[in-house]
């Protein structure tokens, strides 16, 4: 494991947490390898059974790192993201997640695999894909229209529109709204309880519940696709350019 991916037990909850407090845990590619072995170790182990998603106190996820984003431009997709999503949508153990503080891009796409979220009352999901010239990922394309409903799926989506945790939460993304300082405990009091359920109940009724798993991994190969494509344009050049010197 990195540092800026730290995984401990607490009984037979997993904890995952993204530890990269100084770029808001904007994701390497390295934390995408650190996430996918973690759950990946999480389904093949008896004592866990439930997995809990974090972040550094005051940022949840601000997406992936444009500066690989920047580089994967001149030389082509890595696929250690792609091996994150494909692990995410094929893990067995239920997944629940922290959101404190701003959800970006894959911090707010991840979430439609997650099977219990509790936000931060300040939190903002957003999803500004198209602003770079790419196109949303992780199957969301499919899973939040679903979930969401077409029009306000299209507003956060195309348009780039963000979502309070109450509009989250309203929308069918967000369990629950929680104080930002209480934020981890409600989360780890969930799944706590998910974990104290009989699990095999409870895999079977997560896969009845759920979308069809080779419709879902189908629709993640199809984004990839075009993402990779859309990486090699001169419109994501140069918003990824622009955006960093905004930066500096």
Do not use: W
């Not at 995408?32 to 072995?37: A, I, L, N, S, V």
């Not at 997640?97 to 997650?114: D, K, P, S, W, Y």
């Not at 999901?125 to 306000?152: D, V």
Request: aromatic residues 4%; neutral net charge; glycine residues 8%.
């Amino acid at each position: 494991m990195t540092g800026d991916i730290a995984v401990t037990d607490d009984g037979a909850v997993r904890i995952i947490r993204m530890n990269r407090p100084e770029k808001k845990n904007a994701l390497t590619l390295a934390m995408y390898t650190d996430m996918t072995r973690a759950l990946q170790e999480a389904d093949q182990s008896e004592a866990i059974r439930c997995v809990m998603i974090a972040g550094a106190p005051g940022a949840f996820c601000a997406g992936n790192d444009i500066a690989d984003f920047l580089k994967a431009a001149g030389g082509g997709l890595d696929p250690r993201g792609h091996e994150f999503l494909h692990a995410l949508a094929r893990r067995q153990k239920p997944l629940v997640a922290a959101v404190n503080g701003v959800a970006i891009g894959i911090g707010t796409t991840m979430l439609f695999h997650c099977d219990h979220v509790v936000a931060g009352a300040t939190s903002t999901l957003s999803t500004p894909f198209l602003k770079l010239g790419l196109i949303p990922e992780a199957a969301s394309t499919l899973l939040a229209p679903m979930r969401m409903g077409y029009a306000r799926a299209f507003s956060m989506l195309v348009m780039g529109r963000p979502l309070t945790a109450e509009e989250a939460k309203d929308a069918g993304i967000v369990n629950t709204v929680a104080n930002a300082a209480e934020v981890e405990d409600v989360a780890l009091k969930a799944a706590r309880e998910i974990a104290a359920l009989p699990p095999r109940s409870v895999a079977v009724t997560r896969g009845l519940m759920r979308s069809p798993l080779d419709d879902v991994i189908k629709h993640i190969n199809t984004e990839s696709a075009h993402f990779k494509e859309l990486l090699q344009s001169d419109e994501a050049r140069a918003a990824f350019t622009a955006f960093l010197a905004r930066r500096k």
